[in-house]
């Protein structure tokens, strides 16, 4: 197997873990939280699911847990969304990029998990942030009303309204508010997609937008990221849309080898009414990526981490006649995945000077082993995103059974097969931020596992940075899920602590997670409410059965 078959065949459930190897810390806290869609097999690209969470507990005998237990409780993301489609399935039309419905486009919320302060969302490419329970992960609201956001993406004005967006919006930790974006089909200056920067301060049902002037491009923008001055917005250039693909037909369409990158300066921003275009700074970056990650402080520059998603195509995914890169039938279990790397992945920090329009490398990395980039972890506090030390970051290795030959046909004059022709470990890395030097590494020889998304934990009472504190590396495997901690000082001493589920559960697909202090109760707030948006232009394309499950959820929500 390229990956483990529970990547698809396991069931996302409640369990408890416990230490089977070496001594649970006890000067970690909080919990960890995870984004994943649900495999449900009703999608021919599982990546555009609907949505759960999933929390760990990183301490024994709460949440419920026995004592010496540990908690992982998930729930599915009861968006209305969620509800409609429940209610009427029927209705529901798979495509490559998701559903399609005549009660417009579902918002999935699959992809990340956002603590934020006292409240927690999740989050999507093609959706607003949603608000979770922090206690009972039960969904409560989507973020904005949709009239703000300066109305759907496109797809027209229908219940379910279409925004395209970011996974990965970023919270102001001085400005208190959420920087996210829209995305909108132009004619001018070409036909593409125009991005807005959108603004939520979290105090009520409206956001704030504003349109780059003249701006369009192709991509997508999966992430967000900000220094003190600064909105960053890049085109993942990783994931195109194909419209040959959604009407049948075979993917042609190809990843970029660059990526625009623009800069707005913040206090450009609110000096602007809503809906006001504003003009960025435009640069570019290479290799595409879909993570990128600026240091707060810019009083010598904006320094930004980009971890370059070389020859990985997330567009592409794999289809039960798959053969593999060797020419072999695709794994079953892995039909319905995206098609892996095909190129080891370089990490690169750069320096962008906006005042005087320079980029430059501050340090790089990429070796034959760094393949399947996964996810970094990272401290998220304000000191820790200010003063960056380490940035942790999971490498899945090279899986040739997940890279299909109409993949590597697609990129032959760009694919080195020699590269991919075997499978190599996965490794958790430690790199330094500013020269991007390797500081650490640990190796995970066992190629029948997948790493995924590691998360960094702080020590209570640590010095911020991303040092002083704990790797949180959860390892997906068909023998039994595990989660193992790491000294962030010195992953490659291996993990000081390792967990299992009591019955060798196994967790299906998961994708980002993150690190929160644990959280309790629901903060109030004045929140956006699924009948706000109901109107009869909205309803009247749908038959009286379609509107009468409509009510419902509006009933069910409402009270
Ligand atoms: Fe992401």
Not at 403 to 414: C, T, V
Request: aromatic share 10%; glycine share 8%.
């Amino acid at each position: 197997m390229p990956t483990p078959e529970s990547l698809t065949t396991a069931r996302h459930a409640d369990f408890e873990l416990e230490v089977v190897a070496g001594v649970w810390p006890d000067d970690i806290e909080g919990e960890m939280v995870f984004s994943a869609p649900a495999i449900s097999g009703g999608l021919p690209y599982g990546i555009f699911d609907f949505g759960a969470i999933s929390r760990l507990s990183l301490t024994p005998g709460t949440r419920g847990a026995g004592a010496d237990r540990f908690a992982w409780r998930t729930r599915t993301i009861e968006t209305p969304s969620k509800r409609i489609h429940d209610a009427m399935p029927e209705t529901f039309a798979p495509s490559p990029v998701g559903y399609t419905s005549p009660f417009g486009a579902p918002n999935a919320s699959n992809t990340a998990p956002l603590p934020w302060g006292n409240r927690l969302f999740t989050t999507w490419d093609a959706g607003r942030p949603v608000e979770l329970h922090p206690d009972t992960l039960e969904f409560v609201a989507e973020v904005g009303h949709v009239d703000s956001w300066g109305g759907p993406s496109m797809f027209g004005d229908t219940v379910l309204p279409f925004l395209f967006s970011s996974a990965h919006p970023v919270a102001d930790p001085e400005r208190d508010g959420l920087w996210t974006t829209k995305l909108e089909p132009v004619m001018e200056p070409t036909f593409g997609m125009r991005p807005s920067v959108v603004w939520w301060d979290r105090s009520g049902t409206e956001v704030r937008w504003w349109p780059l002037e003249d701006i369009s491009f192709a991509g997508s923008t999966h992430t967000v990221s900000q220094t003190r001055n600064w909105v960053i917005l890049c085109d993942s250039g990783n994931f195109k849309a194909d419209p040959d693909e959604m009407f049948g037909g075979e993917r042609s369409v190809r990843i970029d080898e660059s990526s625009p990158v623009w800069l707005i300066r913040k206090d450009d921003l609110f000096a602007a009414p809503t809906g006001t275009p504003v003009t960025p700074i435009c640069c570019t970056v290479s290799p595409p990526n879909g993570h990128f990650y600026a240091r707060y402080d810019d009083s010598d520059g904006i320094s930004v981490v980009w971890e370059g998603m070389d020859l990985m195509d997330l567009a592409f995914y794999l289809r039960p006649d798959d053969l593999d890169v060797h020419g072999n039938p695709v794994d079953p279990a892995s039909v319905g995945l995206y098609n892996m790397a095909m190129a080891p992945e370089t990490l690169t920090e750069i320096l962008f000077d906006p005042e005087r329009g320079t980029v430059s490398e501050r340090g790089s990395f990429r070796e034959d082993w760094t393949m399947n980039l996964q996810l970094s972890a990272m401290d998220w506090s304000l000191e820790g995103m200010s003063s960056p030390t380490l940035h942790h970051v999971s490498y899945q290795g090279c899986r040739p059974g997940r890279i299909s030959q109409r993949a590597a046909r697609l990129y032959e004059d760009r694919i080195d097969l020699a590269q991919v022709a075997e499978e190599t470990p996965g490794y958790l890395a430690t790199f330094e931020r500013g020269s991007m030097e390797l500081r650490s590494r640990w190796e995970y020889a066992d190629t029948s596992e997948l790493i995924t998304s590691p998360t960094f934990a702080p020590r209570a009472g640590g010095v911020p940075g991303g040092h002083d504190g704990y790797v949180v590396q959860p390892v997906l495997s068909d023998s039994g899920f595990r989660v193992e901690v790491f000294d962030a000082a010195d992953v490659g001493a291996g993990p000081v602590a390792v967990l299992r589920g009591t019955a060798k559960e196994c967790v299906p697909l998961l994708l980002h997670s993150a690190w929160t202090p644990t959280l309790e109760g629901l903060a109030p707030a004045e929140r956006l409410r699924f009948s706000d948006e109901l109107t009869d232009e909205k309803l009247a394309p749908l038959d009286d059965e379609q509107r009468r499950v409509v009510a419902k959820v509006a009933d069910e929500l409402d009270g």
